[in-house]
């Protein structure tokens, strides 16, 4: 059994546990707030910690409120989510100076509710225009597998802190790969929900056509869990669906059973490192999965899922790029005033392609149930490193580690990032389902868990 | 037609004059090669012929 205290409690085992009395709130979260300051030092996840705001929930816990499935489970979020009284950093050093926030975001709020313990905010690429995790202002999150390689990002601080054992459950957030990428290289169970499926009110915006928001854990159950308590409309984000609340929990134990999956070819299967399709492989082969289908346009949307990314995100920094240019991180500063100087055409035609691209593709979802795709061309590279080599091409590493994940998000799909690994580091694999049905990608993250083909394990 | 590829330097110079975006000279270069990617990375896209009936997807509901 695992120790409730230790680095490899996962957040049902922990709520398990306090729920029935074997463990109190309290010792929990001075466990997490023990191990994170002996792992900061390493793997730099963290940008605030509020130990007495934990210490006071804890001790209300083990007094008897706050019941819920989530009692007792000390969690942080990726610093875009706002937390009341502290700045809402984003990423970025130009925010600090920027309004307290009054109150929680939505999604804290509502594990809050559901019993969790909120300890700290984490780090990120500024602004969430990022794949790699690094930080000019902060410093880079770094891999807990191995501290010299990236984290992937943007949700770096969320991908370090779950793959070090700090804390068993984070946020993050995903607006072209960035709970997927982090949970790829950082050998993590990773949720990018169906866009509009929880609610974004009360987090710091990209790129509003894209943005989610979803957990990383360290299994399948904690995904469901955390989800499940986040569901439900929310009038204060106008995207949020009016959907009623689809729990996903009680389906982990369904199997397989009656679920066509399939692998996506073509642009999919090339232009990444072999570790990328092997993962794909050793998957698919353990679901059984031999038929393929091809996304048509994939390369075409990738293409405008950058196009309205860099101008969406231009755009809404274009205020702060005239009066505070030297306050932003140098490896965003750039890309943001050249994605102001795009043409509009583009984006107009992106969004026009946009519709085609859904269509087409919820078209195939007529004949299968899953897709499985790669979750990064490749293991997390060096930090610091500005090229890689794809596929025998010479590369920009900021731009290419979320070519897979992009035209999965372009058009709001729920995917489940599941962790691979051989010896040496993790890479992940997504399992796409179809708009709102979250519980098949996670019926097949479960399943795979329960084999052994997926597992996670802090480093 | 190698004469007809935009001359990048005057697109980002005179688009940022247009809205009224400073681009201090320590940056320009950057930004320039960032365009130049995003011209590349936008091909697929830009190449696609779309029917005219093929109009963006609205989120906003009166």
């Known amino acids: 059994m695992t120790d409730i205290l230790s680095k490899a409690a996962t957040a049902s085992e922990i709520a398990r546990a306090v729920m029935s009395g074997k463990a109190r709130a309290s010792a929990v979260v001075e466990a997490a707030l023990k191990r994170i300051e002996a792992s900061e030092p390493t793997v730099n996840a963290f940008t605030d910690i509020v130990a007495d705001r934990a210490r006071r929930r804890a001790v209300e816990i083990d007094a008897g409120r706050h019941l819920g499935p989530l009692m007792g489970v000390p969690f942080a979020v990726k610093n875009l989510f706002d937390i009341q009284g502290l700045p809402t950093r984003a990423g970025s050093k130009i925010n600090v100076d920027g309004p307290i926030a009054r109150r929680d975001g939505a999604l804290v709020r509502k594990l809050e509710a559901a019993g969790a313990i909120l300890v700290g905010s984490l780090n990120m690429g500024e602004y969430a225009y990022d794949f790699t995790g690094e930080n000019a202002h902060y410093g880079p999150s770094r891999n807990p597998h191995d501290p010299t390689r990236m984290t992937g990002g943007s949700s770096g601080g969320s991908g370090a802190a779950v793959a070090a054992g700090e804390v068993p459950l984070a946020l993050g957030s995903d607006t072209n790969g960035s709970i997927r990428v982090p949970a790829s290289l950082c050998g993590l169970f990773g949720l990018k929900p169906t866009y509009g499926r929880l609610s974004r009110a009360g987090s710091y915006p990209f790129v509003d056509a894209f943005d989610h928001l979803g957990p990383l854990a360290r299994s399948t159950e904690d995904l469901a869990l955390s989800f499940d308590a986040m569901q439900g409309w929310d009038p204060d984000d106008p995207v949020c669906t009016d959907r009623a609340v689809e729990p996903t929990l009680l389906a982990l134990h369904e199997g397989i059973g009656g679920l066509r999956i399939a692998i996506a070819g073509d642009y999919f299967a090339k232009g990444g490192e072999p570790e990328g399709f092997e993962a794909v492989a050793t998957v698919a082969k353990a679901l059984g999965a031999t038929k393929t289908v091809v996304l048509p346009n994939a390369a075409a949307a990738r293409a405008a899922a950058y196009v309205i990314t860099a101008m969406e995100g231009a755009q809404l920094h274009l205020p702060r790029l005239r009066t505070r240019p030297q306050d932003f991180d140098p490896d965003t500063r750039e890309r943001f005033m050249a994605g102001a100087l795009l043409p509009g055409s583009w984006y107009v035609k992106a969004q026009r392609f946009r519709r085609q691209y859904r269509a087409d593709v919820l078209k195939l979802f007529n004949d299968v149930d899953i897709i499985l795709a790669p979750a990064t061309p490749c293991s997390a590279p060096r930090i610091g490193q500005v090229m890689m080599t794809l596929g025998g091409v010479e590369l920009p590493v900021r731009a290419n580690l979320g070519m897979f994940t992009q035209p999965i998000s372009f058009i709001g799909l729920p995917v489940v990032a599941v962790p691979t690994r051989k010896p040496g580091l993790p890479i992940g694999v997504q399992v796409i389902a179809r708009p709102y049905n979250e519980a098949a990608a996670l019926r097949v993250a479960a399943y795979l868990e329960k084999q052994g083909v997926c597992v996670s394990t802090p480093a | ?62």
Do not use: C, F, H
């Open chain 2, 1 to 62: 037609m190698a004469d007809d590829k935009p001359d990048i330097a005057l697109w980002v110079d005179e688009a940022a004059k247009a809205i009224g975006l400073p681009i201090a000279p320590e940056y320009r270069e950057k930004v320039i090669l960032n365009v130049e990617r995003s011209l590349a990375i936008a091909q697929p896209l830009l190449a696609l012929e779309l029917e005219d009936e093929l109009t963006p997807l609205p989120v906003y509901r009166p």
